[in-house]
């Protein structure tokens, strides 16, 4: 019994598999981040609540969710975190309409066990199953502004994103109520 048991024990103790290589044909453009490494791979695009808690309308919450990739080769999920733009803002935007499909990305994938960071993906590129063509992850800014069209003007998006200024007509730049942001602003600008 001991001589079958002991190679299950073995395995079971064993230290983890290396991270699977999945820079193999990459085309992903370095963003000179920490721990990125170029990544393509197939995955199911999930709404990531609905992996988690089981909540899950069919349209993957309408692109008010974050999005993830269920990865084909060992069923890992991957945060979509990023698009091509480079503000880190979009991935949810950009893999919203492939909602429960299969699709390849490329893209760089950030996987440091020193920082905690795992599976974290900034995904460039996105191809739908049974297609040749190539979908560049940078629409999100355009969409923005069609969404906004009264926020239109100079200097980034987020100084005129209405949800930002209300956010901080409520709760100040601090985020700690205004007579907070107040007295900083009085210490330190003043």
Request: with cysteine; aromatic share 8%; proline share 5%.
């Amino acid at each position: 019994m001991m001589k079958f048991l002991a190679p299950l024990a073995a395995l079971a103790f064993a230290a983890p598999l290396a991270a699977q290589d999945f820079s193999e044909n990459s085309e992903a453009r370095s963003w000179d981040l920490y721990a990125e490494v170029p990544a393509r791979f197939d995955a199911k695009v999930v709404d990531l609540l609905c992996e988690l808690t089981g909540d899950c309308p069919e349209d993957c919450g309408a692109g008010k969710r974050q999005m993830g990739l269920l990865r084909s080769a060992d069923n890992v999920l991957v945060l979509a975190m990023k698009n091509n733009q480079p503000a880190f803002t979009g991935a949810a935007v950009e893999l919203a309409p492939f909602c429960n499909q299969t699709v390849t990305v490329d893209g760089l994938l950030i996987d440091d066990p020193d920082l905690n960071a795992k599976n974290i993906y900034l995904v460039q590129m996105i191809k739908a199953e049974g297609t040749d063509d190539w979908v560049k992850a940078n629409k999100w800014t355009k969409e923005w502004a069609a969404a906004n069209p009264d926020a239109a003007g100079k200097g980034p998006w987020f100084r005129r994103d209405p949800r930002v200024q209300a956010e901080i007509a409520r709760d100040g730049y601090l985020g700690l109520g205004l007579e907070k942001d107040a007295a900083f602003i009085e210490e330190h600008f003043e």
